[in-house]
């Protein structure tokens, strides 16, 4: 395959799994503050795809490497937060995060945001792998694709 071919793969499959991101949302899965962090990678992986098909230059296919990674190793981290292996951002993982600036009747009630979408609760699994589990699957193939485009001439 050619750069040019293997930079189109490599911002397609990020295309893809953008689509795939927000047809789950669609279909009613709320994206979670994590979910979110991994969704602006994979946007900038295809931008410099599209500038790397125009002009295929190694800096440009650097920096499609390094946003694909990005967003396998947010899928990682989001994976461990979703398995209890390490915590998660306490503004949705439910570890009660801080105190301070509270009101009383924030203390007191009972309510939960409606909007909040927890990052440690897995939405939707496959094959025993949440959908941040396979995002990071992906993106680290994707981070092969770009590494091979890397190497064409």
């Not at 279909?27 to 002009?55: D, E, F, M, S, T």
């Not at 920096?63 to 990005?70: I, K, P």
């Not at 396998?72 to 461990?80: E, Q």
Request: charged residues 10%; neutral net charge; proline residues 3%.
């Amino acid at each position: 395959m050619t750069r040019r071919s293997l930079i189109t793969l490599a911002a397609g499959g990020s295309a893809a799994l953008l689509i795939a991101a927000f047809g789950f949302q669609y279909l009613g899965y709320a994206p979670c503050k994590l979910c979110l962090w991994q969704r602006w990678p994979h946007g900038a992986a295809i931008v410099l795809g599209l500038i790397g098909i125009a002009a295929p230059l190694a800096i440009v296919v650097i920096g499609g490497a390094a946003a694909a990674a990005t967003t396998a190793l947010i899928g990682v981290y989001h994976t461990g937060v979703e398995r209890s292996w390490w915590e998660g951002p306490t503004s949705c993982s439910g570890d009660g995060g801080d105190l301070l600036g509270m009101s009383g009747g924030d203390l007191l009630s009972t309510a939960i945001p409606e909007t909040v979408v927890m990052c440690d609760e897995v939405a939707w699994w496959f094959a025993g792998l949440s959908m941040a589990s396979w995002n990071a699957i992906a993106s680290f193939c994707l981070v092969l694709i770009w590494l091979a485009a890397l190497r064409r001439r």
